[in-house]
Every structure is written in C-alpha cells, then in structure tokens.
Nanobody, 114 residues
C-alpha cells in the first residue's frame, strides 16, 4: 500500500503559478508517479508522468508550462505549474503505479480565474 497526500492547490489568476506536492507514505524509488487532472464534469486525465529512471511525458496542453519532478529522498513528487489558464481548473490527483496496482491521493483543488 502507498498513501498519497497532495498539497499546494489554491486560487490563482490566469498567468500565475502553483506548485503541487505529493507526499508518499513510503519509498517511491521504483514507482511510476503521475499527476492527473479532473475538470468539472470531465473524466480524470493524465497530465504528467515520471518513471523511476526519470523518463517524463506530458499531456500536450501542458508542455512548456508544467514540470514534473521527484525527490526520492523525500518520497515526494512535484508539479510546477506556470502560465496557468482557466482551463487548468479542476482537481489534481497524485497517482502511483507499482506493478499492476494504482494508488491515488485525495486530490487538491486548483482554480484559475480569468
């Protein structure tokens, strides 16, 4: 089991920045970590993912604006979000993939005002 706790969400104006953090309850050294976005009334979608070897992929709409990173010494993964847009509004969930299991955090709300 892995418990995930997100933090760092909030209300920001368009063009602003936020940094989300996801703290895991144990080592994430071998775990694929990711951030998902769920806009109001929409399905949860992958925003960014980072493997244990730090291979990274981003959803097209966030490329050049968002940066995912991990600190295995702190069992934490981050999502730096710059140049935020109103369409980035929603709940951001941290995800951990270990073997065939998926673990989720409770989510953190991000609201971008225009």
């Amino acid at each position: 089991q892995v418990q995930l706790v997100e933090s760092g969400g909030g209300l920001v104006q368009a063009g602003g920045s936020l940094r989300l953090s996801c703290a895991a309850s144990r080592s994430i050294f071998k775990i694929i970590m990711g951030w998902y976005h769920q806009a109001p009334g929409q399905q949860r979608e992958l925003v960014a993912q980072i493997t244990s070897s730090e291979s990274i992929n981003y959803e097209d709409s966030v490329k050049g604006r968002f940066t995912i990173s991990r600190d295995n010494t702190k069992n934490t993964v981050y999502l730096q979000m710059n140049s935020l847009k109103p369409e980035d509004t929603g709940v951001y969930y941290c995800n951990a993939k270990e073997f065939f299991r998926n673990y989720w955090g409770q989510g953190t709300q991000v609201t971008v005002s225009s």
